[in-house]
């Protein structure tokens, strides 16, 4: 009904902005050390010291940035200071997108400043754009079903029970859902059929044949209605006060299960492993993960909690 799909869109903007006090959006994530792949520990940044708008004349962040990315692979800048290098902050800048989902961004010093606040380090760590390094999230989904076919309910709350499809990070060992940076000049909804692709189906280790039969399948569950959960900043470990994770999440849900029957789930580039997993709020998820799976488990009416949240009320 209508008066749910309100209550809904006002319990979970899409852009973050709207709900900038949301729990989820304190840094948390990107305040934990060490950083990631390194023996660097962020300068401490309390709580409420994290907004830029409260003065913090003695705040003294640690500056990296990794080895891997100074190197200069294509997928990452050159360093600021470097005099070929005059990027173009807050627009589109050549192929490469450096406008924030979350708005305009301050720049500083020729740095662009995190907008959610301070990270303990500047810098860009392991993430190769100044500014918003873009990515997107495929949640793909079916329900979880019995021998017979029938959907199964949790028994507590009498909803069904939704699955989805992750993987476990080789990088940090932990579950997530698979997804990956977009290319430059890359549309977003090609970047979430790519890398569902790679990283749950192994793709790039597929033959002709079964690439092509692999990207049969992938159509027909990537151009069916699906819904966009989230689009805005991530809380990423890798974040820094000049670099940060935005991200696209879409779910791409299979009703019947048939599509998803089709395509048999093989772990591939950045995944050690993948599997369907029964969502519940028990979920211990990379970065803002269980976040966006919940928000899927509202839009879809699936079982999340044991323990019943406050009615929603026009």
Same mark, same amino acid.
């Given at each position: 009904?209508?008066?749910?799909?309100?209550?809904?869109?006002?319990?979970?903007?899409?852009?973050?902005?709207?709900?900038?006090?949301?729990?989820?959006?304190?840094? /948390?994530k990107a305040l934990t050390s060490p950083y990631p792949g390194s023996r660097i520990e962020r300068g401490q940044v309390p709580q409420d010291k994290v907004g830029w708008?409260?003065?913090? &004349?003695?705040?003294?962040?640690?500056?990296?940035?990794?080895?891997?990315?100074?190197?200069?692979?294509?997928?990452?800048?050159?360093?600021?200071?470097?005099?070929?290098? /005059?990027?173009?902050?807050?627009?589109?800048?050549?192929? +490469? $997108?450096?406008?924030?989902? /979350?708005?305009?961004? =301050?720049?500083?010093?020729?740095?662009?400043?995190?907008?959610?606040?301070?990270?303990?380090?500047?810098?860009?760590?392991?993430?190769?754009?100044?500014?918003?390094?873009?990515?997107?999230?495929?949640? !793909?989904?079916?329900?979880?079903?019995? #021998?017979?076919?029938?959907?199964?309910?949790?028994? *507590?709350? #009498?909803?069904?029970?939704?699955?989805?499809?992750?993987?476990?990070?080789?990088?940090?060992?932990?579950?997530?859902?698979?997804?990956?940076?977009?290319?430059?000049? $890359?549309?977003?909804?090609?970047?979430?059929?790519?890398?569902?692709?790679?990283? *749950?189906?192994?793709?790039?280790?597929?033959?002709?044949?079964?690439?092509?039969?692999?990207?049969?399948? %992938?159509?027909? %569950?990537? /151009?069916?209605?699906?819904?966009?959960?989230?689009?805005?900043? =991530?809380?990423?470990?890798?974040?820094?006060?000049?670099?940060?994770?935005?991200?696209? !999440? !879409?779910?791409?849900?299979?009703?019947?299960?048939?599509?998803?029957?089709?395509?048999?789930?093989?772990?591939?580039?950045? *995944?050690? +492993? =993948? &599997?369907?997993?029964?969502?519940?709020?028990?979920?211990?998820?990379?970065?803002?993960?269980?976040?966006?799976?919940?928000? !899927?488990? $509202?839009?879809?009416?699936?079982?999340?909690?044991?323990?019943? #949240?406050?009615?929603?009320?026009?």
């Amino acid at each position: 009904s209508n008066s749910s799909a309100n209550c809904w869109s006002y319990l979970h903007p899409i852009n973050m902005f709207n709900s900038y006090n949301a729990k989820q959006f304190y840094h /948390s994530k990107a305040l934990t050390s060490p950083y990631p792949g390194s023996r660097i520990e962020r300068g401490q940044v309390p709580q409420d010291k994290v907004g830029w708008l409260i003065e913090w &004349k003695d705040y003294n962040p640690v500056e990296y940035t990794a080895m891997s990315v100074l190197a200069g692979p294509n997928w990452a800048d050159p360093q600021i200071n470097d005099k070929n290098f /005059s990027p173009k902050f807050n627009e589109r800048d050549g192929k +490469v $997108e450096r406008k924030s989902l /979350s708005g305009l961004y =301050v720049v500083e010093n020729g740095r662009p400043r995190n907008p959610v606040g301070r990270t303990g380090i500047t810098g860009r760590g392991l993430l190769g754009r100044w500014g918003p390094n873009h990515a997107a999230d495929p949640v !793909v989904t079916r329900w979880k079903r019995d #021998g017979s076919g029938n959907k199964i309910a949790h028994p *507590a709350t #009498g909803k069904s029970i939704l699955q989805f499809v992750a993987i476990k990070r080789r990088d940090c060992g932990e579950w997530a859902i698979p997804g990956g940076m977009v290319d430059p000049g $890359e549309k977003v909804s090609a970047t979430l059929k790519r890398e569902f692709g790679e990283e *749950a189906l192994n793709s790039l280790q597929k033959t002709p044949e079964e690439k092509a039969e692999l990207e049969k399948q %992938l159509h027909k %569950l990537f /151009s069916q209605e699906h819904f966009v959960v989230y689009r805005g900043y =991530v809380d990423d470990p890798r974040n820094t006060d000049n670099a940060w994770m935005e991200t696209e !999440v !879409v779910n791409y849900h299979d009703e019947t299960g048939e599509t998803m029957d089709n395509l048999p789930l093989e772990a591939g580039d950045d *995944a050690g +492993v =993948v &599997k369907w997993m029964d969502i519940s709020e028990e979920l211990k998820l990379y970065a803002n993960h269980s976040y966006f799976i919940q928000l !899927v488990t $509202e839009k879809q009416g699936a079982h999340w909690s044991e323990d019943p #949240g406050p009615e929603c009320h026009e």
